[in-house]
């Protein structure tokens, strides 16, 4: 074992120590425990034969891909090159035109049924899917035929995962995520814009190390990474419990870091686990939240380029206040309405009016009977 | 055989049209209640849980309807015939106050589809008085209509039938004397079990039935007093002053024994202080007895009380003395706990004044059409 | 022929009867059952964070009562039809001092107390509300509820609330984790309340041990550390060393008040600070039966007035009719 983490790290250029250390933390965002670390740190070092990445782009701004290769840890791009052997990849191949076509039928062919497929960008569906074309076939059908074969099929992002900015309304092309154009497939979503790449990266060590793939939610989203409400692990959630509020932007509370729920926040709806990972390996609270901005919902379909940006979000955990109510407080007691005063007022009134006037009849009638 | 007659004349008078605006009025909101639950249209809340609809239409409104039980009372247990001429009237606003008494609870009940649940063995809990008013109410009700039903049969000449009927008419006065009794003093044991939330000054525990029994029947004699007085004036019928002022003569005896019983109650339990101690509730007991006073002094002379007048003043002092006595313990010094707060809304009480408005125009209407008051001689 | 003096003595012999059989037949306050289990309940341990409302929202799938704009929030303020469980606060003058009467503030729980001679079962004219024999655990059953809602004037701590919000409402009061669906006693585990609270200020177990605890706790002092016990008293999860920061109010609510309840509160001030009603030992729902089972037992009263009254309704219809 020793043995081959020294040719790993002549391969990879890194430390036999940061290496593990990687395995580690990856293992830990996927809620794994050291053994399944080392397992995976061998599955890396000593690859049965490195599995074959078919990587298709769509309707997108390459965000995944740019996140991917912003991923901070040491030499990850490298990694993932030695990792896995990423046969197709339009922004990453040195080549182009027919030759790259050519091989990536060549390698699917060779690989059917063991390749790893990864959808990046939203399909666009209406008119035969004529809105996005990649060497004169559709996207759509490029990636019918990529899933056709697939060991396993990935979308990375928010546009492959359900549409994403694509499909906001009026959604011209029919813009839809891999997984509905799949039907009868597995697909995984790693929503997000951009998606968080150790999310991504997790995924697939899980799939190289296990073969299987991680336990997913009921949106196909791994569990690991969307099992959670922003909202639960946020950090500015105490401001949320007290009820401290920044009500604009720049603000007292804004500027004391105070909750930004009233400011159109979408963590309390929005499944993902940013304040936990956060971004760009800085610390330091880098992510939306963390530097001050709102959460958008952008990895939650129907929130994201749904729903306004500084609208309220729909609380889906609802938790009493950090208020308390006194012992003399009641729900919904009734004081006296001069209205209901003034009809009960009258019914009274109303009584001794008749018996008044019934009383004066009475009285006369007996003074004229006696007169009688 | 009575010499009752129907009074015939228009219905739709004016003052009838005004009743059925009421009614109208009264309808919209009790729709609201059915389609959109008690607390779209009442003020109840969740330390009072009874408001109007309970206190007024079924503790007070059958409390006011005691008319043809106090009556029977008079005329069978102490057989003074005399009194027959008013029997009619009054066991019809009994029967009216009681049907919607008994409206009013269905309408006040929350999963009213479940009612008859009080009428099935297998669910009753005998330790309950809510089970003993419900069922005595619901029974009596069908009493009154036995007891009722003579006036429409005549009316329809079904002289058979009233004959048979008249045979065992005497059960079912029996019957309509003892279920009174039973529930209207179980209305003021009510009371017991809600314990403290009960003002001191209206809470006797043990004496609650009697005080309850010994209003009930005061208002009773009081409404007889009332309703006759009001009839008269009217539809002007004959003058019947000699009879309700001997009506007086037994509600000077009864108020006296509820007075004894009440005061005597407040001062063996050291609650007498209370009296001028208690804030608001002082005002409100004194203003109770004061009402309670008011009919004792004028019944007592005899001059006052033969004057039809200032009987009828009396009844109505009775009537609201009664009526304030069962609002005080039910809802004005009921206190379930710092915080809470109860006063009707305008729906509520719409609901109940059109319950009240259907009442007297049911009354109008059948005593045009059925034989119930005496026609003037003269007429 | 039965005159009116002979009648006024019958009657009077009769409600003296009565009266004497009110004093032979009293019908004391009920028991607690030896099994009976319930919470108690340690202002002192309390902070306030509510993890017992957010539970006993979530195991009773109950809605989060909302205030005005505020609906990111159950802001719930008091029991109500969606909220079976609310932590409320005393607070004095500067409110600076944890469990002090004055310039201080106490936490206090509001949930059915589990009476052991519950009002709302007495009252009940349809048996909706029912006391299990064993464990004391009053349970309520909307299948059998005519929604009369006596049952919340019976009640002296206001605990059943109605859903005067639906068209088709029901009663909703705690049910100690024990109705249809949930019955976690009955499968052995511990209220949803008691499970979550992280200093154990809400214990569940046998009312007895819980007796036992709470008296226990009256005997320490200022300064005294005591270990404190999480979750079920019998079984307890884990326990937390505490120094007392306040002397107990040396008073078990629940030990007496009104025949007793199963869930007992002990705190560092008086309880009618605390909002607990002003109860005596002897129960309401026991004068009422007392009263009533006089007045009806075998319903032989009024079946012996019911006779008299016939004869007499008979003797003097019949002459009345000879007139």
Not at chain 1, 168 to 179: C, D, F, M, R, Y
Not at chain 2, 195 to 214: D, F, N, R, T
Not at chain 3, 64 to 93: C, E, R, W
């Amino acid at each position: 074992m020793k043995g081959d983490f020294e040719t790993l790290e002549k391969r990879l250029g890194v430390s036999r120590r940061d290496f593990l250390k990687y395995c580690t933390g990856i293992a830990a965002s996927l809620g794994l425990s050291t053994s399944d670390a080392i397992a995976m740190a061998e599955a890396v070092a000593k690859p049965k034969k490195r599995p074959v990445v078919i990587w298709l782009h769509g309707q997108e701004c390459t965000g995944p891909t740019e996140s991917l290769l912003r991923s901070e840890h040491p030499t990850l791009d490298r990694l993932i090159l030695e990792m896995v052997s990423l046969e197709y990849h339009q922004t990453l191949d040195s080549g182009a035109g027919h030759k790259v076509e050519h091989m990536k039928e060549l390698s699917m062919k060779e690989n059917a049924g063991k390749y790893l497929l990864v959808v990046e960008g939203a399909i666009p569906t209406k008119d035969g899917g004529v809105y996005c074309k990649i060497a004169g076939t559709t996207m759509l059908d490029h990636t019918i035929e990529a899933a056709e074969h697939a060991a396993a099929i990935i979308a990375f992002g928010s546009c492959a995962s359900w549409g994403g900015v694509q499909s906001a309304s009026p959604n011209p092309t029919g813009a839809q995520g891999a997984q509905s154009v799949l039907p009868g497939k597995t697909v995984v979503n790693i929503p997000g814009c951009p998606p968080n790449p150790y999310n991504f990266l997790a995924t697939v060590m899980h799939f190289l190390t296990f073969g299987t793939l991680p336990e997913l939610d009921n949106q196909n989203r791994p569990k690991f990474a969307y099992g959670r409400l922003i909202h639960e692990n946020c950090e500015r959630r105490p401001h949320f419990d007290a009820g401290r509020f920044a009500k604009e932007f720049g603000d007292e509370g804004h500027k004391k870091g105070y909750c930004l729920y009233k400011l159109g926040c979408k963590g309390p709806e929005t499944h993902a686990n940013c304040p936990a990972v956060e971004f760009n390996d800085i610390g330091g609270g880098t992510w939306p939240i963390g530097v001050g901005h709102p959460c958008f919902g952008c990895a939650e379909e129907g929130v994201g380029f749904t729903k306004p940006l500084f609208s309220l979000a729909d609380v889906k955990t609802h938790t009493p206040p950090n208020q308390f109510p006194t012992i003399e407080q009641r729900e919904e007691t009734s004081g006296m309405t001069a209205g209901a005063a003034a009809v009960g007022g009258a019914a009274i009134g109303a009584i001794v009016g008749a018996a008044a006037v019934a009383s004066k009849k009475l009285g006369s009638s007996e003074s004229s009977d006696s007169q009688e | 055989m009575s010499q009752a007659k129907p009074l015939g004349g228009t219905i739709f008078t004016p003052f009838f049209i005004a009743m059925m605006v009421v009614f109208a009025i009264g309808m919209y909101f009790l729709g609201v209640r059915f389609m959109n639950g008690i607390g779209a249209v009442a003020n109840i809340n969740g330390g009072y849980p009874w408001g109007i609809w309970v206190v007024y239409d079924v503790v007070i409104g059958t409390a006011l309807a005691c008319g043809g039980y106090a009556l029977a009372i008079t005329i069978y247990l102490f057989n003074k015939g005399q009194y027959h001429p008013l029997m009619r009237a009054a066991l019809l606003a009994s029967l009216l106050g009681y049907a919607l008494g008994g409206v009013g609870a269905f309408i006040d009940m929350g999963r009213y589809w479940q009612f008859y649940h009080l009428m099935m063995p297998k669910h009753m809990n005998f330790n309950s008085v809510m089970l003993e008013v419900g069922l005595c109410v619901a029974t009596y009700i069908l009493v009154l209509i036995i007891e009722f039903a003579p006036a429409f049969l005549e009316r329809i000449g079904a002289k058979g039938l009233l004959k048979a009927l008249d045979k065992v008419l005497f059960l079912f006065i029996a019957i309509g004397i003892l279920l009174p009794t039973m529930h209207q003093s179980s209305l003021g044991s009510f009371l017991v079990a809600m314990g403290y939330k009960i003002s001191p000054l209206w809470q006797s525990l043990y004496m609650q039935p009697v005080l309850a029994l010994l209003t009930a029947l005061c208002m009773g004699f009081s409404i007889v007093i009332f309703e006759a007085s009001m009839s008269k004036a009217a539809f002007d019928l004959d003058d019947e002053t000699h009879l309700l002022s001997k009506i007086g003569k037994i509600i000077v005896g009864l108020l006296t024994a509820y007075l004894v019983v009440r005061f005597g109650e407040i001062i063996v339990h050291g609650k007498f202080g209370l009296i001028f101690t208690s804030g608001k509730n002082s005002v409100l007991f004194i203003l109770e007895t004061a009402l309670f006073v008011i009919p004792l002094v004028i019944l007592t002379s005899e001059k006052k009380r033969n004057n039809p007048s200032t009987l009828l003043w009396a009844a109505v002092s009775m009537l609201f003395a009664g009526s304030l006595y069962r609002f005080n313990a039910f809802l004005l010094t009921y206190n379930p706990g710092p915080g809470y707060s109860y006063f009707p809304s305008v729906g509520e009480i719409m609901v109940t004044l059109g319950i009240i408005a259907f009442e007297v125009m049911t009354y109008i209407v059948l005593v045009k059409t059925l034989p119930v008051l005496h026609k003037p001689k003269h007429a | 022929m039965m005159d009116r003096r002979s009648f006024l003595k019958t009657a009077t012999l009769g409600t003296a009867a009565a009266c004497v059989s009110t004093v032979a037949e009293a019908r004391p306050n009920l028991e607690p059952s030896p099994e009976a289990v319930g919470m108690l309940y340690d202002s002192t341990l309390c902070v306030g964070c509510k993890a017992c409302v957010s539970a006993c929202k979530e195991t009773n799938s109950m809605d989060p009562v909302i205030h005005g704009g505020n609906f990111q929030y159950d802001s719930a303020m008091d029991l109500s039809s969606d909220t079976l469980n609310v932590i409320k606060v005393y607070s004095n003058g500067t409110a600076e001092v944890k469990d002090s009467e004055t310039d201080g503030f106490a936490f206090e729980k509001r949930s059915c107390m589990h009476c052991v001679d519950p009002g709302c079962v007495s009252v009940c004219p349809v048996t909706a509300m029912r006391k299990d024999p064993l464990t004391g655990i009053v349970t309520h059953h909307a299948d059998a509820c005519i929604g009369c809602r006596t049952c919340m004037g019976g009640c002296p701590y206001n605990v059943p609330q109605f859903e005067y919000d639906e068209a088709f409402g029901r009663i909703q009061k705690c049910q100690m984790c024990n109705q249809e669906g949930v019955e976690r006693i009955s499968k052995g585990g511990m209220t949803a309340c008691a499970e979550v609270c992280p200093t154990g200020a809400t214990l569940f177990g046998p009312r007895t041990q819980l007796l036992e605890e709470a008296k226990r706790r009256m005997t320490l002092k200022e300064g005294d550390t005591y270990n404190y016990p999480r979750g079920d008293i019998s079984k307890p999860d884990s326990y937390h060393e505490k120094d007392l920061e306040a002397n107990y109010h040396n008073h078990v609510w629940g030990e007496k008040e009104a025949g007793g309840t199963n869930v007992m509160h002990i705190s560092a001030i008086p309880f009618d600070k605390l909002g607990m009603p002003p109860l005596e030992d002897r129960s309401y729902a026991s004068m009422s039966e007392t009263l009533q089972h006089t007045l009806y037992k075998g319903m032989a009263l009024p079946a012996v007035a019911l006779a008299g009254l016939t004869y007499m309704v008979k003797r003097n219809k019949d002459k009345d009719g000879e007139e």
